[in-house]
């Protein structure tokens, strides 16, 4: 014999502001993806701003040498 079931089966997912594991899973590459051009973007137009280049990208490891700032002796006024 079939036992018929009255009503659907509902599964309750924990949710923190309507936001829930399976639904984070689903865009978690997309985040990834606007998340890494958006500090591109950042870095490409904060890469001529001084304070920039010696604080955060002179201290990237084996990159780190191209933003410090060594001038030619013959190119510093006196």
């Known amino acids: ?9 509902y599964k309750s997912v924990k949710s923190f502001a309507g936001a829930n594991l399976p639904l984070l899973k689903t865009y978690a590459p997309n985040l990834i993806l606007w998340g890494g051009a958006a500090g591109a973007g950042v870095a490409t137009f904060t890469s001529g701003v001084p ?16 933003f410090t700032y ?8 006196i």
């Open 1 to 9: 014999m079939v036992s018929y079931i009255k009503g659907p089966a």
């Open 51 to 66: 304070i920039f280049k010696s604080t955060f990208y002179a201290k990237i490891p084996y990159f780190g040498d191209y």
């Open 70 to 77: 060594n001038p030619d002796p013959e190119d510093v006024p």
